[in-house]
């Protein structure tokens, strides 16, 4: 058995020990039609392949601990050359079983026939509603069978559970293994970044900046970056989630770079704000630096035993403050964070989880209390201040400027390791950089 096999085993193993008495189904991530008969882009669920392994569509697994035989199955796409002509090879019943570690495998057209038989004799069903509408319907009407089966024969699952609270507990902390591949997707997107901050110049489109980004990402690995990238200049950098990257880059803009590749089904998540021309105005070196402060207090914060909340807290605090000193928030500080009123130029939490998704599996909250870090969580640390071309109130000076900067930080032992501190963020640092970016294309001398 393969390092890679004995890793989705050994988590098969122990989530099972969590449902002992039960069975678990987890179908894997439909297909999606993009236009015609063309699909998008696949990429498959990740509780369902963080169990298996298995990348293909059309496939169910099913893990039954007190199975005496079958612990774990795998309904599988059957083989068919025809079809494999045109999208590729399939494993197959066989395939399942050799190269995935699977007890059993069924063709998934045999489902359900073979489905009841593996559950019937358990007390409950792990299963998660809300992500396949189709296989949402076909686990009602099993449960209504086994409604009637239990009267009759006295046997069968009675509930359905989400396995999410168990499962994503065992995703919120990382092993060795999973923290060598994401720091390999780490390592790609910071190179993605330096490549993106060799084509920041005026004139340029963002779609300019993002290809450079894809083409790093992809050239050194990626199979996909872990969410659309955001290449944001001038007043779009003060829109959170802005994917369309197709202004022009003017002379005096800011350009907020948002981007994260996936490797071995982890991403990173990585964002720095630039200026286009080189030099940073003094109205946006203020706002550039009190980000930066509150970024660095916050990475300061991330320890075991914190509450996860608690860089959030320091982040806002110096956000606060120093957008009090700048005019741009009036009254005490006190009052601003408990009314809220900073949601004006800073609207989102400092940090998320992150793992195999870019906003990964894990509760913030456990028992109405704020989850303590520990060694092996994943976290962003990414205040931020957006100023909206038309925000009223607000010095003209600052308006239309968006500062955002993110990096991935690991909970450690004895505190934090920031593993996206290759990409540049201090003023001095950009602007040599982007100096240098400058003389290589022969702009300097």
Known sequence: MSDTESRFRQRREEFMQRIRGGAALFPAAPTAIRNGDVEHEYRQDTDFYYLTGFEEPGALAVLTPDHPEHKFVLFVQPKDREKEVWTGWRAGEEGAVRDYSADKAFTIDKLGEELPRLIEKTDRVYYRFGSDPTFDERMIGLMRRFQRQRQREGYGPTSVIDPAEMLHEMRLVKTADELSLLRQAVEISCNGHLAAIEAI?????????????RYTFRR??????????????????????YTTNNRRVEDGDLVLIDAGTEFGYYTGDITRTYPANGRFTAEQAAIYNLVLEAQLEAIKAVRPGETFIHPHERALRVLVEGMLKMGLLEGEAEEVIKEEKYKKFYMHRTSHWLGMD???????????????????????IEPGIYIAQDTEGVDTRYLGIGVRIED???VTRDGNEVLSARVPKSIE????VLDACAYRRGEKV
């Open 201 to 213: 110049r005026p004139g340029v489109y963002e779609y300019e900046i993002e290809a450079a980004l």
């Open 220 to 241: 050194e690995g990626s199979p996909r970056c872990g969410y659309a990238p955001i290449v944001a200049s001038g007043a779009n950098a003060t829109v959170l989630h």
């Open 358 to 380: 870019v906003h990964d599996a894990g509760p913030y909250k456990v028992a109405d209390e704020w989850r303590r870090l520990e060694p092996g969580m994943v976290l962003t």
């Open 408 to 410: 991935d930080v690991l």
């Open 429 to 432: 640092e950009i602007e040599a």
